[in-house]
């Protein structure tokens, strides 16, 4: 783990589902990489449980688990008398974005369980928040879904991984 002297601590957190990927069981995929300042310093990728209805339902079940990952990085760095404001979780789908921040207007998402909506308290509470990030960007495609080679190398650069050893 490199991380440059005067690097800052902004932790941002990506995360990704790829929505009945598994082809025997059809479970989605969750997929979430952390990063403090400019140092990726965790990285997560495990089948869901539940099998999602829906993409929406997926989608949100990722963010949750990048939620589980912040608070529990804002927690462990108290310890080290380090202070994070608010955790940014960065994520391409809209629906999971909204439904984090407004899940009364979402009647039809009533089979989400309730233990997923502690997300929406979190943002509201302002521990964490989740922001837009255009599809092309999201880091955690690298591991939720096949990609090109191109993008693969994109998304790997964004990492910080290098290309290879001398």
């Given at each position: 783990?490199w991380?440059?002297?005067?690097?800052?601590?902004e932790t941002?957190?990506?995360?990704?589902?790829?929505?009945?990927?598994?082809?025997?069981?059809?479970?989605?995929?969750?997929?979430?990489?952390?990063?403090?300042?400019?140092?990726?310093?965790?990285?997560?990728?495990?089948?869901?449980?539940?099998?999602?209805?829906?993409?929406?339902?997926?989608e949100?079940?990722?963010?949750?688990?990048?939620?589980?990952?912040?608070?529990?990085?804002?927690?462990?760095?108290?310890?080290?008398?380090?202070?994070?404001?608010?955790?940014?979780?960065?994520?391409?789908?809209?629906?999971?974005?909204?439904?984090?921040?407004?899940?009364?207007?979402?009647?039809?998402?009533?089979?989400?369980?309730?233990?997923?909506?502690?997300?929406?308290?979190?943002?509201?509470?302002?521990?964490?928040?989740?922001?837009?990030?255009?599809?092309?960007?999201?880091?955690?495609?690298?591991?939720?879904?096949?990609?090109?080679?191109?993008?693969?190398?994109y998304?790997?650069?964004?990492?910080?991984?290098?290309?290879?050893?001398?």
């Amino acid at each position: 783990l490199w991380y440059p002297k005067g690097s800052g601590i902004e932790t941002i957190v990506y995360a990704d589902s790829d929505h009945a990927g598994d082809y025997v069981d059809r479970k989605s995929t969750s997929g979430i990489c952390t990063f403090m300042g400019c140092c990726l310093i965790y990285w997560f990728l495990k089948k869901q449980i539940a099998l999602a209805i829906s993409t929406t339902k997926a989608e949100y079940v990722s963010v949750e688990k990048a939620c589980q990952q912040a608070l529990w990085m804002k927690q462990a760095l108290i310890d080290y008398e380090i202070c994070l404001d608010d955790i940014q979780i960065m994520y391409d789908k809209k629906g999971a974005i909204s439904l984090s921040k407004n899940p009364v207007q979402h009647l039809s998402m009533k089979h989400i369980k309730i233990h997923h909506h502690f997300l929406y308290d979190n943002v509201k509470k302002g521990d964490i928040s989740i922001e837009k990030v255009p599809s092309e960007d999201e880091i955690a495609d690298i591991l939720t879904k096949p990609l090109k080679r191109e993008m693969f190398n994109y998304l790997r650069l964004g990492l910080g991984m290098i290309e290879q050893i001398d």
